[in-house]
């Protein structure tokens, strides 16, 4: 695969991504969105399926990584490195993309989200943040567990994805999506994307307690440099005192499951 369709697949794919992740948070979060309050299992399956749309548009291009995570698992495994550099680019201008398409879709209900007259905190009519539609933020501030909580996450994603790809972890440039030369079974059929979207429900609902499961420094610092400068009413810190965990704990969570994949099988 060339270097553009890696670029243009992992950016396409990753927009795809975001636009269904970011757009799940604000449909619950949001004031006069028709799913609020409809709870965490929504936003896990809103992100599986973020997962499952993303990987399956950018599998026939790039493989489907979408995440820096993976693709520093991938290669580990692989010991190919020359392309990471075009991964991360293309995921990390996707999300961005992403993150203003999801505003878009929403920017009605963006611009609702102000103080009416004569309200006061804690009513129904107060604006809510809404960092947390675009980048995660922990229930309990404390470094070390936050950054563990993510390592731990991301070895839960990378190491089973591998499983996936096992047999075929030295072909150079492989993803997650349908695998060249295989016709049958699981590595032809590719379904290992609908297996990894599953993957990341289940880690939503088992692992994304503390933290909100970043597992992707792409979708959390992408998105949150996007809320940053958006004109969004009341929009709140995109608190950037606490975005260097979503970054680092999946890049060594990614980097220790490629070495542990590789060290067991």
């Known amino acids: 695969m ?5 670029f243009f697949g992992e950016l396409i794919g990753t927009a795809i991504l975001i636009l269904f992740g970011a757009g799940v948070c604000a449909a619950v979060t949001l004031r006069f969105s028709k799913a609020r309050a409809s709870g965490w299992i929504v936003i896990a399956f809103g992100w599986g399926f973020a997962v499952l749309a993303g990987a399956y548009t950018a599998a026939p291009l790039s493989g489907g990584h979408l995440n820096p995570a993976v693709t520093f698992g991938l290669a580990v495994d692989t010991g190919v490195w020359d392309k990471v550099w075009i991964y991360i680019l293309g995921q990390m201008a996707g999300a961005m993309i992403g993150a203003i398409l999801a505003y878009l879709v929403y920017f009605a209900q963006f611009q609702a989200n102000v103080r009416k007259t ?9 604006p809510v943040p809404t960092l947390g539609i675009f980048s995660t933020i922990p229930e309990i501030r404390n470094p070390v567990a936050n950054l563990m909580t993510e390592i731990l996450a ?3 994603l990378v190491l089973p994805l591998l499983a996936l790809v096992g047999s075929n972890r030295h072909v150079e440039g492989i993803g997650i999506g349908q ?3 295989q016709t049958e079974g699981i590595y032809g059929s590719g379904i290992a994307i609908l297996l990894v979207a599953l993957l990341v429900v289940g880690i939503g609902l088992s692992l994304g307690g503390p ?4 597992i992707n420094p792409a979708r959390d610092l992408g998105p949150r440099i996007v809320h940053s400068v958006l004109p969004i009413p009341n929009k709140g810190t995109s608190d950037w005192g ?3 965990i979503p970054v680092v704990g999946p890049l060594i969570g990614g980097l220790l499951g490629g070495l542990i994949y590789n060290a067991a099988f």
Do not use: L, M, Q
């Not at 060339?2 to 890696?6: L, V």
């Open 2 to 6: 060339s270097n553009w369709d890696i």
């Open 118 to 126: 004569g309200t006061t905190e804690g009513t129904e009519d107060e």
């Open 154 to 156: 991301t070895i839960a």
């Open 179 to 181: 695998i060249a030369g």
């Open 211 to 214: 933290t909100g499961y970043a």
């Open 242 to 244: 606490y975005s260097w």
